[in-house]
């Protein structure tokens, strides 16, 4: 008997998280963090300014430390990522952990290496007990931030992966950040974890980097044996321990396929993407800094569907300020040329720590919160800045488009218009004269897809955000892998509400686009192309196949499956109707 893989009985064949796509063969190589013993002393009252010291000029090297890995983050990754690091140095500022270590040094009288992994340990239980998978995320950041600075204080080299000169998969329980930027890519050809979910630090890092990885493989590290062979699928989320010869020769063959396919689907990366029956749906890109723009046009990109601003706040942990923020949009702007670009309004809160202003830190539930367009219009000061920023950034040319986070209620829209355009009126009594901009909103909360056709007739443009609209409809957190099984974007309930938003949109004549992840999915982008969506926008690097699959889909095939989907009654079923859809029309796209 064997499986898909063709597994023997000498093989094991085990079932986790992909979450960086590629194919890999190599031997393992299990690796273990290090772990480090502390010296733990009483010192005399005589001591302890120099103690303190001594934590202090071990604190600066790390800082150090952390900018050059910051650094490294930012030429290899063109978004979002570098926050992960900016989260390790805001630890090292933070006032609590500093009024903790100096408590634990100047009344308890302990060392300074006592003193970090005694704060460390307390904050790590406490984020791991609150079952929260992105407090446990947050624990992983604290024990990463920790080891530094004990090796640090110890004057210990850092031991990092990476002694390895021949090609391997690394094996580990987990990797911290650190560790993942660590593996040397000439040699790791793959990762695989028994801990992580899709959104994790590591899993985001590995496909920033582009090593195919597994993560949430649970005994991954307890069953491989260093030495042995691991066959490695990071698209599908299957790991073959000693796979026998005909799993080696299927998995090496998926390989070269890939490898052909991508090739090919790149080289035809330019240009519009319309139907065979003639339906130009525009394919956009997500970003998240300024820092990757000028390339997007060479990635394919007809423009930028969401510029997801936060990411600027959250890298310094401060209000942005508006200088800053118009240079970076402008960026954008000119990078895009004539090109559409959507700049969101700040979407704080929720699973984006907003350093400074607090957010999340004391609501039981952030993502029900005050987040993003709520917390804007409690602090309308941000608000207003930003709006002007935007403003500014396109003056002289054609109006920006606004795109506003969250809407939940028509007022909230209604709201924030009128305060653009006291911000209008603002800038042109300064002798700034600006285009009333295009005011849209993400369609992302259940209450707005359901009184879609109201805010059609307020908003100036849809986009919906498939992300959040999955996690409220299924009431399935995001970034809990617990429930990953339920957040599921091709559920017929997400489905009906994005069509709700879509028939909203057609009926008021106003563009409507899609910029959660569910558009660089081909299967569901082939749905949301049958709903008749004028754009979609995805990551930069999902551009080729999105483009392949509009060009081969004839519109009207694209609107059947659409209607056979929406009238599906689960989230497999409509999966399995994409799938047999894409046998149909672009096969190619299955294997990727
Ligand atoms: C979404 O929710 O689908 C979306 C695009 O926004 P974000 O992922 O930034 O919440
Ligand atoms: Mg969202």
Redesign the pocket.
Known sequence: MSNSYGQTATSRTLQGIGVSPGIAVATAVLYRSRVYNAPAVEIAPSAIEHEWRRLAVASEVTRRQLKVIRERVDEIASSGEAGIIDGHMMVLDDEIITADLHHEIFDLHHNAEWAVREVANKYIAQFQESGDALFRERADDLSDVARRLLRNLMGVKEELPGAWDRPCVVVAENLTPSETLALPRSVVKAVVLDRGSLTSHAALLMRAIGIPAVVGLGTVSQEAVSGQQIAVDGGNGVVVLNPGRRELSHLLGLARMRESIVESLRERRGGEAVTPDGVRVRVMA?VESAAGVSSLVDDGAEGIG?F?TEYLWMASGKPVPEDEQVAAYRAAFDAMGDRPVII?AF?LG?DKFAGETGLCESEENPFLGLRSLRYLLHDEDVLRMQLRAIMRASAGGAPANILL?MVADISELVRTREIMEECLNDLAENGVECKTPRLGI?V?VPSAALTAQFLAKRADFF???????TQYTMAADRTNELVAHLYQPAHPSVLRLVKMAADAAKSASIPLGL???MASVPGLAAILVGMGFDSLSMAPTSIPAIKALIRAVPFSAAKALADAALSSGSAATVLELSRDFLARHVPDLLSL
């Open positions: 997500n969401l997801r969101r979407d929720g986070p993400m992302e986009s919906v955000g498939s992300n959040d609209l910029c959660g992840e």
